[in-house]
């Protein structure tokens, strides 16, 4: 079956869905930013917001906001990096999308209290 019948759409939501899980899989990220960022976008309801990431998609290209937080060990340049290279490989293998800028910013540290006195 070579011929197109109808037509194919992805709901921003479910490319949160991917970023999210893709930066997850990346080691020094331990989660996201429970705050939703507020911007003339999201306002405008041209943005996609999940936990701690936001998606604005036009032209079948998106441009991605990632609010994260860090183990305390991690190299945040390095992370940053990476997360970005893994964003922008789930995204474009999985949705066939192209990327316009993946945005990361650091919210916080996690420090781990639990064995200190």
Do not use: W
């Not at 990220?29 to 936990?51: D, H, I, Y």
């Not at 994260?68 to 997360?83: F, G, K, P």
Request: one cysteine or more; aromatic letters at 2%.
């Amino acid at each position: 079956m070579d011929e197109q019948s109808g037509s194919i759409s992805i709901a921003p939501q479910v490319i949160c869905a991917v970023a999210r899980l893709a930066a997850e899989a990346v080691p020094g990220v331990v989660g996201f930013s429970k705050q939703r960022p507020v911007t003339m976008e999201r306002l405008l309801r041209r943005t996609a917001v999940g936990e701690g990431v936001a998606i604005n998609v036009e032209d079948n290209s998106a441009s991605v906001d990632l609010y994260v937080i860090y183990e305390r060990t991690a190299n945040m340049l390095e992370t940053s990096r990476r997360v970005q290279a893994e964003v922008a490989r789930a995204i474009q293998e999985t949705v066939g999308m192209g990327i316009r800028e993946i945005n990361v910013h650091i919210e916080d540290v996690a420090v781990d209290l639990s064995g200190e006195r």
